[in-house]
């Protein structure tokens, strides 16, 4: 089982659509959750931390059920920029220190 | 600007051949790391260091070689021993000193192979 798993998609939604993508994680030893969000042949490049209580930064919620060892972003008024890869990321405290796990990401395009 | 500073770009390497991914930051951060991307794949870890003179393996440092002498440079060295070098290699770096801290990347070198 991968360590964090995230649908593929694409999602393809139009414009103004409100779409959610979800991350299971399976240590319950995260310690810390983020969103980065990949353009195409570009690096990876921080959406948003993902805070126990959940967060919003403008159009984008994140949320985290430890329980469940659940994280969700949700995008509201979808944007034809906001066409990428969003990468579902956690913190793992190791013997060598820290390691970030990346699931392997889900395609998001927003279309006219 | 502070930042994380990744090079070259594009590189091509003959096979058999050694070559070094260059990766520099400013951001004085006792972490960094190598990851490597193929085409339609999630980011693979190759080596981390948290610290200077020190760094571990990841999951697929087979073939590959690093070196911390200094805080800011850590340089990839791949080997003829790595099969399939063709990749997209990201260089990331990370400040350790408050929990919970994200990782920024550089913007990559594109490895291929002649």
């Known amino acids: 089982r991968k360590e964090v798993e995230q649908d593929p998609g694409p999602f393809n939604v139009p414009e103004g659509a409100t779409v959610a993508f979800n991350c299971t994680y399976s240590n319950s030893a995260s310690q810390s959750f983020f969103w980065y969000r990949q353009d195409c042949r570009k690096e990876p490049k921080l959406l948003m931390s993902?805070?126990?209580s959940g967060n919003e930064d403008g159009r984008f919620t994140a949320q985290l059920n430890r329980a469940s060892q659940y994280i969700s972003l949700l995008i509201r008024d979808s944007k034809l920029s906001d066409s990428a890869t969003y990468l579902c990321?956690?913190?793992?405290?190791?013997?060598?220190?820290?390691?970030?796990?990346f699931g392997t990401g889900t395609q998001l395009k927003v279309e006219l | 600007d502070g930042g994380i500073t990744q090079s070259p770009k594009y590189l091509f390497r003959k096979e058999g051949q050694n070559v070094t991914l260059s990766c520099e930051q400013n951001?004085?951060?006792?972490?960094m790391y190598w990851y490597r991307q193929d085409p339609g794949q999630g980011l693979r870890l190759i080596y981390y260091s948290q610290i200077v003179n020190d760094f571990q393996k990841g999951d697929i440092a087979e073939g590959y070689s690093v070196s911390r002498e200094k805080k800011e440079s850590f340089p990839l060295t791949v080997t003829s021993a790595q099969k399939n070098p063709t990749a997209f290699y990201l260089c990331a770096s990370r400040g350790d000193r408050i929990p919970g801290q994200p990782q920024h990347f550089g913007d990559g070198t594109r490895l291929s192979i002649l």
């Open positions: 951001l004085n951060h006792d972490a």
């Open positions: 993902v805070y126990s």
């Open positions: 990321v956690a913190d793992i405290l190791t013997g060598g220190g820290n390691k970030l796990t």
